[in-house]
């Protein structure tokens, strides 16, 4: 009987295996800065508030283009720089996958914002040579919450390209929306520019049941709504940009991230206790604090959390994978155990994954 619910656990609902997650990059970039050094570029040194913002964000250093002509050009100036940056990082994440073009039915990829076409899926569709009947789509808008919807959009995908893999690349450029201050600048501003960093992973989802890594278990992707639905959104102007974050986003995610997580992990015949590994979106200081304390969860639990943040600060899309790949890496997840992901993101979106290794 064991045997017959673990076989079943390990397919989909149409009696598919359920895909695994084979292969797992995520970059670092080669070009930091620390936090006092984007204080100074930003033109925010001796300002108190930003000062005191950047000194107590959690964040170390981080990927950026903080590079003058980057800065002085205008924020539609910047849109075929990021893009082939983006398109360079990809190809970066997917080198180090060593997949082959030939075995990939469905390319996903995603980025917070993008002024590209083509999109950056069919740039590396191009670019690695695969087959032009490759289904390839990209996805804007959903930023840090991204990690699991593209986990299961991708997993629903595979089900039209049997034995095939699935490549997915989250790549961000938050420099794109990091201008230099203003008098009349909002705090929300100064905030977003002491949090975000650029960066790119890539995922190679595959169901041969012989690979490596966690296996997909289940997902599930809750918006939140009601009045959360603004508490992560572009501010766009001419001459001006930034990604505002509510100042009560933190307290949102504590108080809606709790339920989502019991529900699904109930639906899944499991607890909290249950989990062995806790993935959990680098979104800030307050946001991984708050979702720590109401799931009850040790400061060891969150501690790939807290570096990934410290080492890149938060990259949006790829945010998640890159907790995962510290977490693979760090915590050496041991057969039978298992992982929840946990990302939080713009709607305010809330995203579940159970992995099992």
């Given at each position: 009987m064991l045997h017959a619910e673990r076989t079943a656990r390990a397919r989909g609902r149409a009696g598919r295996p359920r895909p695994r997650i084979a292969a797992l990059s995520a970059c670092g970039w080669e070009t930091t800065f620390s936090q006092q050094e984007v204080l100074e570029r930003l033109g925010l040194a001796g300002n108190?508030?930003?000062?005191?913002?950047?000194?107590?964000?959690?964040?170390?250093?981080?990927?950026?283009?903080?590079?003058?002509?980057?800065?002085?050009?205008?924020?539609?100036?910047?849109?075929?720089?990021?893009?082939?940056e983006l398109l360079r990082q990809s190809v970066k994440a997917i080198d180090a996958l060593e997949l082959d073009p030939d075995s990939v039915g469905t390319v996903i990829t995603s980025s917070l914002y993008s002024l590209g076409c083509p999109t950056l899926a069919h740039r590396l569709v191009e670019h690695y040579g695969m087959d032009p009947a490759t289904d390839k789509y990209h996805v804007t808008g959903v930023g840090c919450a991204s990690g699991v919807p593209l986990m299961r959009l991708t997993a629903q995908a595979m089900a039209e390209h049997p034995g095939r893999q699935a490549l997915v690349v989250a790549a961000e450029s938050m420099s794109g929306t990091i201008t230099r201050a203003r008098p009349a600048d909002s705090r929300a501003k100064i905030v977003a520019s002491a949090i975000f960093g650029d960066?790119?992973?890539?995922?190679?989802?595959?169901?041969?049941?012989?690979?490596?890594?966690?296996?997909?278990?289940?997902?599930?992707?809750?918006?939140?709504?009601?009045?959360?639905?603004?508490?992560?959104?572009?501010?766009?102007?001419?001459?001006?940009?930034?990604?505002?974050?509510?100042?009560?986003?933190?307290?949102?995610?504590?108080?809606?991230?709790?339920?989502?997580?019991?529900?699904?992990?109930?639906?899944?015949?499991?607890?909290?206790?249950?989990?062995?590994?806790?993935?959990?979106?680098?979104?800030?200081?307050?946001?991984?604090?708050n979702v720590a304390s109401a799931l009850e969860l040790s400061d060891g639990d969150v501690e790939c959390s807290w570096r990934t943040l410290a080492e890149h600060g938060n990259v949006g899309t790829p945010a998640i994978l890159y907790v995962l790949d510290e977490t693979i890496k760090r915590r050496r997840p041991q057969p039978g155990e298992r992982g929840l992901m946990v990302t939080i993101g713009p709607g305010v979106g809330v995203g579940m994954m159970l992995l099992l290794w």
């Amino acid at each position: 009987m064991l045997h017959a619910e673990r076989t079943a656990r390990a397919r989909g609902r149409a009696g598919r295996p359920r895909p695994r997650i084979a292969a797992l990059s995520a970059c670092g970039w080669e070009t930091t800065f620390s936090q006092q050094e984007v204080l100074e570029r930003l033109g925010l040194a001796g300002n108190a508030f930003a000062e005191g913002i950047f000194e107590r964000s959690g964040v170390e250093r981080r990927g950026l283009d903080l590079s003058e002509s980057f800065m002085n050009s205008s924020l539609e100036g910047r849109a075929t720089r990021i893009e082939d940056e983006l398109l360079r990082q990809s190809v970066k994440a997917i080198d180090a996958l060593e997949l082959d073009p030939d075995s990939v039915g469905t390319v996903i990829t995603s980025s917070l914002y993008s002024l590209g076409c083509p999109t950056l899926a069919h740039r590396l569709v191009e670019h690695y040579g695969m087959d032009p009947a490759t289904d390839k789509y990209h996805v804007t808008g959903v930023g840090c919450a991204s990690g699991v919807p593209l986990m299961r959009l991708t997993a629903q995908a595979m089900a039209e390209h049997p034995g095939r893999q699935a490549l997915v690349v989250a790549a961000e450029s938050m420099s794109g929306t990091i201008t230099r201050a203003r008098p009349a600048d909002s705090r929300a501003k100064i905030v977003a520019s002491a949090i975000f960093g650029d960066g790119c992973a890539a995922a190679l989802l595959s169901d041969d049941q012989r690979a490596g890594g966690p296996r997909i278990l289940a997902s599930r992707v809750h918006q939140l709504g009601g009045s959360s639905l603004g508490a992560v959104s572009l501010k766009w102007a001419p001459e001006d940009s930034y990604l505002h974050l509510d100042r009560e986003l933190p307290d949102l995610a504590g108080a809606g991230v709790p339920a989502v997580a019991d529900s699904f992990l109930n639906d899944n015949g499991l607890r909290r206790a249950d989990i062995d590994h806790w993935i959990v979106h680098p979104g800030g200081r307050r946001i991984i604090t708050n979702v720590a304390s109401a799931l009850e969860l040790s400061d060891g639990d969150v501690e790939c959390s807290w570096r990934t943040l410290a080492e890149h600060g938060n990259v949006g899309t790829p945010a998640i994978l890159y907790v995962l790949d510290e977490t693979i890496k760090r915590r050496r997840p041991q057969p039978g155990e298992r992982g929840l992901m946990v990302t939080i993101g713009p709607g305010v979106g809330v995203g579940m994954m159970l992995l099992l290794w």
